[in-house]
């Protein structure tokens, strides 16, 4: 079935710290990969996304780097703020088909003061 | 630019109703799909639309249905509505259905 997993259910960060966090997937014909963050209440609002063909990129704060060998993704938040406290997905697409996103379980991650 | 609007917000139903969920996509995005999201389950892929056409649908039920009009809005349907509907549903909207997917934030449905 659709599994895209996440390693840890809970991060906790000091604020200023950097985080990490890590995304297994499962199919390797999926192609594009996207990481989202969902606070209470709230839709995943898009962070960052990568395709296949690329195995870094980096946005503002964030790096998404792919490891298409041991079909791993993982998330880098550099100097952590209290405002990224909040649920962390990953989701890949073109698993199982296009136009369809399969979802990792999340991953909590909350900010030290 | 407007986001990804869905309607209600929240919602109240009894076991046995119907409910439809409205999406309004971004403007001049094609490609519709619906997600539900709940504690236990995750996010899970309901269906997807683009220009009037359901391209993909997942493992539900066929109580749960939808459709897109020609102006790319979309509204999905559950009928005779069990308490485990209960759910936050999403819609995303993509240019494709490719590439960049933008969530609405969601209508929270609540079975009783």
């Known amino acids: 079935g659709e599994s895209v997993g996440l390693h840890l259910p809970t991060l906790s960060v000091q604020e200023g710290d950097n985080s990490i966090i890590n995304c297994a997937y499962s199919n390797s014909a999926s192609d594009y990969f996207i990481w989202y963050k969902q606070e209470s209440g709230k839709g995943p609002q898009f962070i960052i996304d990568?395709?296949?063909?690329?195995d870094k990129r980096q946005g503002q704060r964030v790096t998404v780097l792919l490891n298409k060998t041991v079909k791993h993704l993982s998330l880098q938040i550099a100097a952590t703020q209290p405002g990224d406290s909040a649920v962390y997905f990953c989701a890949e697409n073109g698993a199982y088909g296009n136009n369809r996103l399969a979802f990792g379980k999340g991953n909590q991650v909350v900010v030290i003061p | 630019k407007a986001g990804v609007t869905q309607t209600p917000r929240y919602l109240i139903k009894t076991r046995g109703q119907q409910v439809t969920l409205s999406c309004s996509p971004i403007?001049?995005?094609?490609?519709v799909s619906w997600y539900q999201q709940t504690p236990g389950q995750g996010l899970q892929f309901l269906f997807e639309y683009f220009s009037e056409t359901q391209r993909n649908k997942g493992n539900f039920p066929g109580r749960f249905s939808g459709r897109q009009f020609s102006n790319s809005r979309s509204e999905m349907n559950v009928s005779t509505l069990e308490l485990g509907d209960s759910a936050l549903y999403l819609c995303?909207?993509?240019?494709?259905?490719?590439?960049?997917?933008?969530f609405g934030s969601g209508t929270r449905l609540t079975v009783v």
């Open positions: 990568i395709r296949s063909n690329m």
């Open positions: 995303a909207s993509s240019s494709d259905g490719l590439y960049g997917y933008t």
């Open positions: 403007s001049g995005h094609r490609s």
